[in-house]
C-alpha cells in the first residue's frame, strides 16, 4: 500500500534506478528476479530484453501485481513470466543449478535480509558470502546500503540523488568524495539525523565492483541510500582473499 501510495515521491528514485538498468546489458534471455514483488519500482523496459522471467517471492501476492505493474510492457515483449513462491536465500543453492541459463536480480531483498536473520553478525556473514556462492554467474542488486531519520527542514534545495562508488579492500569510495568520512556525507545529502542503520550489505559486489549509489526518500522523515551493482561472470576477488 506505501509503495503504491508513494509512486509519485518515489518516481525520481525508480527513474535512476531505470537509468541504470538501461546501462546493464545482461548475458542472458532468461532472469531470475529475486524478491521482485509487485515490481514497484522495476523499470518495465529494461524488463523487456528478457524472453523469460522468473519472479521470485515468499509474498503470494507478488505475481498478481507484478503483473498488474508490468503485464502489458511484457506481452508486448513476449516475455514470459512465472513465479515461485520461495525464500531465495535459503534455497539459492538449488535454485542456480536449476536455472542455469539465467542472470539474476536481487531487487531490492538483500538489504531486508537483517530483519529476517535475529543475528546481525550471520546475517553480515551471509550477505558476505553471496558473491562466492554465486561466482561465474551474470548477476546484479540493488539493495539498501544505510537507511535512517531525515530532517526535510535541513534537506539541502538539491539534493544529490547518486553517486557511483567501487568496492576496494578499504570499502566503498566514491569519485572525487575525500576527506569527510563516505556516510557523512550521504547523509548531508538527504538530510539525515541521529543513528541510521547499517544494512550490512557493503561487502555484497566483489571488490572492483562500480556500484551506483542512489537516495530513496522512503517517506519525508526516513530515507534510504540504495547501492546498485553489477556482476559479469567473471573469476571475482572478495575482501576475505586479500
Ligand atoms: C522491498 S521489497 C522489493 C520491492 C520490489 N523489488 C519493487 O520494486 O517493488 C522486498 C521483497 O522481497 C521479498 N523477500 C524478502 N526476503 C525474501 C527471500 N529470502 N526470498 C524471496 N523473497 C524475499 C519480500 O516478500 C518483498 O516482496
Redesign the pocket.
Known sequence: MR?FVRRRPWRPTTELIAEWLDGIQPAHKELLL?????????SSRWLQRFERIVL????PF?PTLFRWNHGRALRQSSTRLEFLQ?????DLEALLPAYPEASIFF???LG??VY?VPDFDRAESELNQIAQRLSGRDWGSVHDLFSGPANPKTLPAKPVMSFVGTLSAQGLTVDGMIGTPLHRRLLDQVGGIDEWMDHVTSSVFPLGTHARLIAWPFVPTYVHWLQAGWVSAAPLITKDQI
Open positions: 509503495a529475486i524478491g521482485g514483488s509487485a515490481g514497484w519500482m522495476m521470485i517471492d515468499i509474498d507478488a520461495c525464500d531465495a536465500l535459503r531487487d531490492n531483498v531486508q535480509h529476517r
